[in-house]
């Protein structure tokens, strides 16, 4: 005898032990030499320092559910695991380690910093992977990637090199968003928008000494002047021009002419350019190349030069007058608009809402700023990327992410990729002393192919860290070698990934795979939401209301975990998650897991110790409620695939739920009980143990993908159908059978006359023990079938005592009719105490008769309809109408009883 499932599930107990035979078993491992249709996730890799939060909870969950589920469809699934070596974040915290022990990188320099940070990774790294088998991602781990390995920086170089060569990587003296506490150039999406309260500051810029400042306003001296607006007063020390529109005819005399810039005893030319807008402020607008991406443009049109006024941490350099060296930016400003206003040049101020960039990483306000920096051209990119969308090769759940990318690939810039950090890709870029040529090699050369000089030296610079994971989907399958991996699993087939770094990674790898591998890098992109506390905030360290996935899963297992991320919201949208109410959270999952778990113990507690019985040798000795419940299992397996493959998760979670609680456990279980024990005899007990457990082993193999602990414990208990293996987690995915609707009509009946009669049962109080008896008056061919077919479950679902067929001929009972039209008279006399039941019918007529008066006095007093508010007035009415309503339904009881004995 199989020992038989203990008597309360023990998540502990089981996940480890399972998940750890799961791994040795190589159930996780795909072959790439199989020649079975493969199926691949790249896992978005977290930051190689980064440890499990609610996000990733999600996220890899669903990765997990949809490779577990393609698995047992018989692909040759592939989930790649990694991890990002995260650039600015992990040199980040190893510079905060430093600075707790008093030192700086630049203490230890390049080298040893470098060492540093790789010793951290390499006690640390692994942190977030280990964590992530807690809750039963089935990844390969056999090919995990880390984007530092040598593989995947090869294939780095071999990207950089090839788009330099086509020129699509350039050099490029341009505006950059500078981050100053990280002290790094940043990307267009790596430079985040807040919405922030602000000021704009309108200030007078005077006309130089003899020019004609013709019909602008003047100064108390009698110097005309114009006004400039800016909400950042301390770049005015930068400014180098001030633009007006050539159609404005308020400036026309004063184009070519200088101004006083305030506060640096510099002239400023004036200049004519469309960007300054004539309906805007003045028409006037302050230009600061060196600080201000449109101005930067203005100069270049118009030769103004760029002047930089900020030291690399953001205070004023030593191009700015005395008074305001070695300011940081924002006391520059207070001090600047203290000078303005002193003078008397401060022409107004003005609350204003603007967004403001700041770092993603560590939320400082970045600093436009002209540097030197590496770019990558990515009009050439975009464009093939736009058209794979635009043809159907690549698809997006929710489809409205699709728009959005679209906007941002038909407006895209061109991308920075240089980053001024120690730790990452170093940029293979090699600079002659000697002749002082620039080389871009794949290998590191040791002389300069132009001069033969020994004397390189390498760019200082390393590459953004998505320079690297865009190429994600194929370097972790050995490109640029065309290795059996890359054959086998490329393109990838799904992504799964949040959406805010749909323009960081996804759009970007679409763009590389079609680039350099000349096929998308995966079919569907799911985008999930965001995992949020139960007051829509974002969760963080600072609010407090952070949930650590692995106290969920000590607490209530690795499956309510999962199916609480499943079940919680639909594709692409926001789930909450209350962090001072776990219980609330995650208990229903976790009672939802002991349901699954008694329900299959007892199930297994009935089939036996025998063989399974195959489904076919029972076929004609099905009765009814076995006829419903495999209909119900066919129509839950085409409903579950059908969802699954349209990506709706949660209907696919839910089904499986409401076939296994709804249907098996809570009717079908019941109402086999007496066949499952031999009450009516061998050949009944043999036909409902064959389908019970074709039922069973179809319930769960609906849930394994999103419960696969508990439902690979059970099954394993289970007895084996021909052709199982030996897990379910390599265990084939069902396929639907026929649906049988006439038995699930019949059923049907049997379910609505059951619920019927308990519903009599409870609004009479009769006790759970009492058998009753059932009279039907009228019932139709197909009904009287079925209930006739199904008169045990009658009895034992509802505790009648005997079914008749006929009229009440006058007796005192309750009815109840079918949708069918099946009628229902169960006779009270003798099961219940008529008189008292009459009386406490009446007392409570009168009660609500008292309730009605009060209620309706209140409405038509004049006086309180007026003044009361419309909502009090509107519930007062509800409430009437409430009462009515019951005291309806009791006169109707009462009248069927009225006249009895």
């Given at each position: 005898m199989a020992e038989p499932l203990p008597p309360q599930y023990n998540p502990q107990e089981t996940e480890a032990e399972l998940y750890r035979w799961w791994e040795e078993q190589g159930f996780f491992r795909a072959d790439a030499g199989s020649g079975d249709e493969a199926y691949v996730i790249p896992i978005p890799p977290p930051n190689v320092t980064a440890v499990l939060h609610m996000g990733h909870g999600l996220n890899n969950t669903i990765q997990d559910l949809l490779i577990r589920w393609r698995r047992m469809q018989g692909r040759n699934a592939l989930w790649i695991p990694g991890t990002d070596h995260a650039g600015i974040a992990t040199q980040n915290v190893v510079e905060r380690i430093l600075a707790k022990e008093g030192k700086t990188r630049y203490d230890l320099g390049r080298e040893l910093f470098v060492d540093r940070v790789w010793a951290f990774v390499r006690e640390t790294g692994g942190t977030i992977l280990q964590q992530l088998h807690a809750i039963g991602s089935s990844a390969d781990w056999d090919r995990t990637r880390f984007t530092l390995d040598p593989s995947l920086s090869r294939a780095v170089r071999e990207v950089f090199v090839r788009l330099h060569e086509k020129g699509l990587v350039y050099r490029g003296h341009r505006i950059i968003h500078w981050c100053p506490r990280c002290l790094t150039a940043l990307s267009d999406e790596e430079a985040e928008p807040e919405e922030k309260q602000?000021?704009?500051?309108?200030?007078?810029?005077?006309?130089?000494e003899g020019v004609d400042g013709g019909s602008l306003p003047r100064l108390s001296n009698g110097g005309a002047y114009l006004v400039v607006a800016t909400t950042r007063p301390e770049t005015m020390l930068g400014d180098t021009g001030v633009a007006v529109n050539p159609s404005d005819e308020r400036y026309a005399g004063i184009v070519g002419k200088d101004i006083d810039l305030p506060l640096t005893g510099r002239r400023i030319p004036v200049v004519a350019d469309d960007y300054a807008d004539p309906e805007f402020g003045s028409g006037a607008v302050k230009i600061t190349p060196a600080h201000d991406a449109n101005d930067f443009e203005v100069a270049q049109r118009t030769g103004l030069a760029a002047m930089d006024v900020m030291t690399p941490e953001a205070s004023m350099s030593d191009a700015v007058p005395e008074p305001f060296r070695g300011l940081d930016r924002f006391e520059a400003r207070r001090a600047v608009v203290a000078a303005f206003e002193e003078l008397g040049l401060l022409e107004k101020v003005e609350d204003h809402t603007l967004s403001?960039?700041?770092?993603?990483?560590?939320?400082?306000?970045?600093?436009?700023?002209?540097?030197?920096?590496?770019?990558?051209?990515?009009?050439?990119?975009?464009?093939?990327?736009?058209?794979?969308?635009?043809?159907?090769?690549?698809?997006?759940?929710?489809?409205?992410?699709?728009?959005?990318?679209?906007?941002?690939l038909e407006n895209i810039r061109?991308?920075?990729?240089?980053?001024?950090?120690?730790?990452?890709?170093?940029?293979?870029?090699?600079?002659?002393?000697?002749?002082?040529?620039?080389?871009?090699?794949?290998?590191?050369?040791?002389?300069?192919?132009?001069?033969g000089s020994t004397q390189l030296e390498q760019d200082t610079d390393v590459l953004d860290t998505w320079f690297s994971s865009w190429l994600w989907p194929f370097s972790t399958l050995g490109w640029p070698e065309e290795t059996p991996d890359l054959r086998a699993f490329y393109p990838n087939h799904t992504l799964v990934s949040g959406h805010d770094i749909l323009f960081f990674w996804i759009a970007r790898m679409i763009m590389a795979g079609l680039e350099f591998r000349g096929e998308v890098p995966f079919r569907d992109v799911y985008l999930t939401g965001m995992v949020r506390d139960h007051l829509g905030r974002k969760m963080s360290k600072s609010l407090g209301n952070g949930v650590d996935p692995l106290d969920v899963v000590a607490r209530f297992g690795a499956d309510a975990l999962r199916y609480t991320m499943i079940t919680g919201a639909a594709a692409g949208m926001d789930q909450g998650v209350n962090p001072d109410n776990l219980e609330e959270s995650f208990g229903p999952a976790r009672n939802f897991a002991n349901k699954l778990w008694n329900a299959g113990r007892f199930a297994l507690m009935n089939l036996g110790d025998g063989e399974r019985v195959p489904l076919a040798e029972v076929q004609g000795e099905l009765e009814l409620a076995d006829r419903w419940i495999l209909s119900r299992l066919s129509k839950a397996v085409r409903e579950t695939t059908e969802s699954l493959e349209k990506f709706r998760l949660q209907d696919a979670a839910l089904r499986g739920y409401q076939f296994f609680w709804g249907e098996l456990a809570d009717w079908y279980l019941e109402a086999?009980?007496?066949?499952?024990?031999?009450?009516?005899?061998?050949?009944?007990?043999?036909?409902?143990?064959?389908?019970?457990?074709?039922?069973?082993?179809?319930?769960?193999?609906?849930?394994?993908?999103?419960?696969?602990?508990?439902?690979?414990?059970v099954w394993q208990k289970l007895p084996r159908a021909e052709g199982d293996g030996p897990a379910l987690i390599v265990a084939s995915w069902p396929t639907p059978g026929a649906e049988d609707p006439a038995a699930e009509a019949?059923?049907?009946?049997?379910?609505?006359?059951?619920?019927?009669?308990?519903?009599?049962?409870?609004?009479?109080?009769?006790a759970p023990g009492t058998r009753i008896p059932l009279r039907i008056p009228a019932a139709g061919d197909a009904a009287r079938a079925a209930i006739e077919g199904s008169a045990r479950a009658l009895l034992d679902l509802a505790r009648v005592e005997a079914v008749e067929w006929g009229a009440a001929n006058g007796e005192v009972g309750a009815n109840a009719v079918l949708r069918s039209g099946t009628e229902l008279f169960v006779p009270l006399a003798g099961v219940i105490d008529l008189d008292k039941e009459r009386a406490r019918l009446r007392t409570e007529c009168g009660r609500l008769d008292g309730l009605i008066a009060g209620t309706e006095k209140k409405l038509g007093n004049e006086s309180f309809v007026a003044r009361a508010p419309a909502?009090?007035?509107?519930?007062?009415?509800?409430?009437?109408?409430?009462?009515?309503?019951?005291?309806?339904?009791?006169?109707?009881?009462?009248?069927?009883?009225?006249?009895?004995?």
């Open positions: 602000g000021k704009i500051w309108h200030l007078r810029y005077p006309v130089a403001v960039p700041h770092c993603y990483r560590c939320g400082t306000v970045v600093e436009p700023r002209l540097s030197d920096q590496w770019w990558v051209r990515m009009k050439p990119l975009a464009e093939p990327a736009l058209q794979a969308w635009r043809d159907g090769h690549v698809r997006f759940t929710p489809e409205r992410y699709g728009r959005t990318y679209e906007y941002w061109d991308w920075c990729i240089s980053r001024q950090l120690w730790w990452g890709h170093r940029i293979p870029v090699w600079y002659c002393q000697g002749c002082g040529e620039m080389t871009v090699a794949r290998e590191d050369p040791t002389s300069c192919p132009h001069c086999a009980k007496p066949r499952l024990r031999g009450d009516l005899g061998e050949a009944s007990q043999r036909t409902a143990r064959a389908v019970l457990a074709e039922a069973l082993d179809g319930a769960l193999r609906l849930l394994h993908p999103v419960m696969p602990y508990i439902t690979e414990a019949g059923f049907a009946e049997v379910q609505e006359a059951i619920g019927a009669i308990r519903n009599i049962r409870a609004e009479y109080g009769i909502e009090v007035v509107d519930k007062e009415r509800e409430k009437v109408a409430a009462f009515r309503e019951q005291r309806a339904k009791l006169a109707d009881k009462l009248a069927a009883l009225e006249g009895g004995s």
